[in-house]
């Protein structure tokens, strides 16, 4: 196997009695697109800052193409930054900005002329090199800023919520060509970001972060089917929480406090008086099931609402004899048209899709 661009080792970082980035251990592949996930002063920024050199570790090391680099200054370190707030020069058009770091270099005109072409076609800015700053629309200074580093052909571009300042159509629309751009370019990503949709969406990895720790490293698809941790369950994606206990323990059982009882699944060992959440995906319950469907759990909901958002189109209902407020993804097709506000409704959901986290 090729060595990993990036191989962090007992990294720590504290700030006085405050412990920013707890011990982390993990390490990037090369050419992979590796998404940071977290919520707001987890420590995303703070690892990033280390990464790049310009905040030093209390502890641990970094090594890079396996080179220790846990002391290297950022200038020496085949590494780059793209910071939030994007930092272009606004005096200078946007060839000037993208040349900025090859002419520090000290590469000839020559080259970096070409080298400035090539990139801006590679992010779709070709005939915008005399532009000013202020001319561009947001997510043209995104893609100028993000050329202004790969130009340099780093190891590792770091990304710290690139797409932050811009509206939510932009976020879509520039999601999916960071994508593209990272997949043509071949250069290792490492992405910070609390949004994860962005995370699930690009990357071929994801470390959730919380509370300067990571709580699983993954893919997206076995983040969110496979959660590690009730913090993972809850971050990522959209799920109902009910809180339950242990009615019986094989196979597993869970009681709710209004008397529903459920089959479900955990990943570790349960003991009795263990307070549990059990954690349910709107799209896992299966409306009206066929009563050949054998082994799944049955209740019945009363809408309370239906939120219609296209294909994600929602029904608010509660599940009877109770007020607890449950989601269900509503099924894109005309089968459950009829359903109206004040329904009863028949629902189902298999054991493998109810998990069982200690609260
Ligand atoms: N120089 C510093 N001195 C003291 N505390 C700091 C310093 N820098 C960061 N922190 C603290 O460390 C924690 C992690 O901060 P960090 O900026 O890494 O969070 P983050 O995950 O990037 O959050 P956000 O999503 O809001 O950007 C925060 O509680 C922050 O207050
Ligand atoms: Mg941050």
């Given at each position: 196997?090729?060595?990993?661009?990036?191989?962090?080792?007992?990294?720590?970082?504290?700030?006085?009695?405050?412990?920013?980035?707890?011990?982390?251990?993990?390490?990037?592949?090369?050419?992979?697109?590796?998404?940071?996930?977290?919520?707001?002063?987890?420590?995303?920024?703070?690892?990033?800052?280390?990464?790049?050199?310009?905040?030093?570790?209390?502890?641990?090391?970094?090594?890079?193409?396996?080179?220790?680099?846990?002391?290297?200054?950022?200038?020496?370190?085949?590494?780059?930054?793209?910071?939030?707030?994007?930092?272009?020069?606004?005096?200078?058009?946007?060839?000037?900005?993208?040349?900025?770091?090859?002419?520090?270099?000290?590469?000839?005109?020559?080259?970096?002329?070409?080298?400035?072409?090539?990139?801006?076609?590679?992010?779709?800015?070709?005939?915008?090199?005399?532009?000013?700053?202020?001319?561009?629309?947001?997510?043209?200074?995104?893609?100028?800023?993000?050329?202004?580093?790969?130009?340099?052909?780093?190891?590792?571009?770091?990304?710290?919520?690139?797409?932050?300042?811009?509206?939510?159509?932009?976020?879509?629309?520039?999601?999916?060509?960071?994508?593209?751009?990272?997949?043509?370019?071949?250069?290792?990503?490492?992405?910070?970001?609390?949004?994860?949709?962005?995370?699930?969406?690009?990357?071929?990895?994801?470390?959730?972060?919380?509370?300067?720790?990571?709580?699983?490293?993954?893919?997206?698809?076995?983040?969110?089917?496979?959660?590690?941790?009730?913090?993972?369950?809850?971050?990522?994606?959209?799920?109902n929480?009910l809180?339950?206990?242990?009615?019986?323990?094989?196979?597993?059982?869970?009681?709710t406090?209004f008397g529903l009882?459920l089959?479900?699944?955990?990943?570790?060992?349960?003991?009795?008086?263990?307070?549990?959440?059990?954690?349910i995906?709107?799209?896992?319950?299966?409306?009206?099931?066929?009563?050949?469907?054998?082994?799944?759990?049955?209740f019945l909901l009363t809408?309370?609402?239906?939120?219609?958002?296209?294909?994600?189109?929602?029904?608010?209902a509660t599940i009877a004899e109770s007020d607890h407020e449950f989601?269900?993804?509503?099924?894109?097709?005309?089968?459950?048209?009829?359903?109206?506000?004040?329904?009863?409704?028949?629902a189902?959901?298999?054991?493998?899709?109810?998990?069982?986290?200690?609260?």
């Amino acid at each position: 196997m090729n060595t990993p661009v990036l191989q962090i080792q007992n990294l720590r970082k504290t700030f006085a009695d405050f412990t920013a980035v707890d011990t982390l251990n993990f390490q990037v592949e090369e050419g992979s697109f590796f998404s940071i996930l977290g919520p707001s002063g987890c420590g995303k920024t703070t690892l990033l800052r280390m990464i790049a050199g310009f905040l030093e570790p209390s502890s641990g090391t970094l090594l890079i193409r396996g080179k220790d680099m846990t002391t290297t200054p950022p200038n020496r370190r085949p590494v780059n930054l793209v910071f939030q707030n994007l930092a272009l020069f606004p005096m200078m058009n946007v060839h000037e900005n993208i040349a900025f770091g090859l002419r520090r270099q000290g590469l000839a005109g020559r080259e970096i002329g070409q080298k400035v072409e090539a990139m801006l076609e590679r992010v779709h800015l070709s005939g915008f090199g005399k532009k000013n700053i202020s001319q561009l629309s947001g997510g043209q200074k995104q893609r100028v800023a993000i050329a202004r580093s790969l130009v340099l052909e780093p190891s590792l571009l770091l990304l710290d919520e690139p797409l932050g300042a811009l509206d939510l159509k932009l976020r879509e629309q520039m999601k999916i060509e960071l994508k593209k751009l990272q997949e043509e370019v071949g250069t290792t990503f490492m992405y910070i970001t609390h949004d994860q949709s962005e995370a699930l969406v690009m990357s071929d990895q994801v470390a959730v972060m919380n509370k300067g720790t990571f709580e699983q490293i993954d893919t997206p698809r076995n983040l969110y089917s496979n959660p590690a941790t009730s913090f993972v369950a809850g971050f990522v994606g959209e799920t109902n929480i009910l809180p339950v206990q242990v009615a019986s323990r094989r196979p597993l059982q869970v009681a709710t406090s209004f008397g529903l009882q459920l089959h479900a699944t955990a990943g570790i060992d349960l003991n009795d008086s263990d307070s549990l959440a059990l954690y349910i995906r709107p799209e896992s319950i299966i409306l009206e099931p066929s009563d050949s469907m054998k082994h799944i759990n049955r209740f019945l909901l009363t809408v309370q609402n239906i939120l219609f958002d296209g294909s994600n189109t929602k029904l608010l209902a509660t599940i009877a004899e109770s007020d607890h407020e449950f989601t269900v993804a509503l099924p894109q097709n005309q089968q459950f048209a009829h359903i109206a506000k004040g329904d009863h409704i028949q629902a189902g959901v298999h054991p493998e899709s109810c998990r069982c986290f200690v609260r």
